[in-house]
């Protein structure tokens, strides 16, 4: 049997953010983002979103659960130095003790994009994690993905994504995308796709998660 983790709405929400991090969720399954399995159920009035436990493993012998770490402890930094993290420091931990730091730098790089294009500025360390095998690391599903609320014509990741920083563009996240050990046509390429899937199907999404339909202000 499935273990999941419950996500509750708030009486002090300014939008519906747990349908909308169900929308988000599954349109980053579609981008090929390796994402966990959701739901969407009422419990007195109330939307919850419901995400399979990850960390689980389940055996004869019964439930066990799976070694991770957060991206803060990856980059070996206090709750009070998050702001020091940075998607360009998490590829080198990749890069030195990952099992397959190929693949997982690619799926970093994607989800570091998508972030970017769907409007999640919460992309902060402790929302990225690591299970640990005894010998290696390996980048976990991604989770707590939601569009956010934006005021203004710019706007900053929780992390660095580039040579200008924090700063949300396409632009800034491709100027180091060869830490990520990409090809620079890769990058573009990843980049133009993810555009296409997202405007193509932000729609889909938001009739998945039971949403009124309505147009991204980042598009």
Known sequence: PSRWIAKFSSSTDQYPVVRSEMAAMWL??????????????ES?????LLVERFDRTYEDSGIKRR??????????????????????DLTGFI?????DAVRDNAQLFRRMLFNILIGNNDDHARNHAFFWDGSHYHLTPAYDICPMLRSG??????????NQGRRSTLK???SEAGLFGLAEKETVTIAEELVEKIETLWDDACDFAHLAKFQSDVL
């Not at 770490?69 to 980059?75: E, K, V």
């Not at 890069?95 to 099992?99: F, V």
């Open 44 to 48: 007195l009035g109330k939307d919850v």
């Open 28 to 41: 980053a399954g579609q981008c090929r983002i390796d994402v966990p399995a959701v739901r969407l159920v």
């Open 153 to 162: 014509l710019t706007a900053n990741e929780a992390m660095v994504i580039g």
């Open 172 to 174: 800034n996240a491709l």
């Open 95 to 99: 890069r030195r003790y990952a099992k």
């Open 67 to 88: 070694m991770m770490i957060s991206g803060l402890t990856a980059l070996q930094l206090h709750e009070t130095e998050s702001r020091l993290a940075s998607y360009l």
